[in-house]
């Protein structure tokens, strides 16, 4: 049970159980170590149910985004787990993740980001910098760049800003956060330049 974008086949042979084996032939602490062991299970439980059953259930981690490393994609669960036997669901919209040390630093992002449900449901690509901070790729291409430390209340004042200025929808190409208590504005020169924010800094929030 518990089991929804894994493949069974790949659960039973974790298992190491083949049907017509003796109810009590393999220990249920091994088999539970091989289950919690495969990168794409959470947890698992495992129970004899006599006189002839072996009751399994599955809790599957969550691929919360897909990062993108050497040319390759790969899910990726909120704590940087690379699930490799997942499928992706068509139906979800995973945020790009791009950068080598991406998993290490996928659990902050996310804590940061789920503060803030609107903004992220708008989030195409985070990329790491340098390994130190995020530029952060919104639906119609803004670029936030967030700073090495605490990026948390940078993203808090862009939230703060949106929601009070729409700044996704004017003319801008990047929104560069990365100086503490300023705010950078980089204007797309193609669009007309009338109804444009002027650079604001935390003193005006």
Wanted: glycine share 4%; no cysteine; aromatic share 6%.
């Amino acid at each position: 049970e518990g089991i929804d974008k894994l493949a069974v086949p790949y659960i039973v042979q974790s298992l190491g159980v083949e049907v017509g084996d003796p109810i009590f032939r393999h220990s249920i602490k091994d088999i539970k170590t091989r289950l919690n062991a495969l990168p794409e299970v959470r947890a698992a439980k495992v129970e004899r149910r006599l006189p002839d059953t072996l009751y399994v259930e599955i809790v599957e981690r969550k691929a919360f985004a897909l990062w993108q490393n050497k040319g390759e994609y790969k899910l990726i669960d909120l704590d940087g787990t690379v699930l490799l036997n997942q499928e992706r669901d068509a139906s979800t919209h995973y945020i790009v993740m791009t950068g080598e040390d991406v998993p290490a630093h996928t659990q902050a992002f996310l804590d940061m980001v789920e503060k803030t449900p609107e903004l992220k449901s708008r989030i195409d690509t985070a990329m790491r910098v340098g390994g130190r901070r995020w530029d952060v790729k919104m639906h119609g291409g803004i670029v936030v760049k967030l700073p090495d430390n605490n990026p948390e209340k940078a993203w808090e004042i862009f939230d703060k800003l949106e929601r009070e200025q729409q700044l996704l929808e004017r003319a801008i190409q990047s929104i560069d956060m990365r100086i503490e208590d300023r705010l950078f504005l980089k204007m797309d020169p193609i669009e007309p330049a009338a109804d444009k924010p002027k650079k604001t800094t935390a003193r005006d929030i």
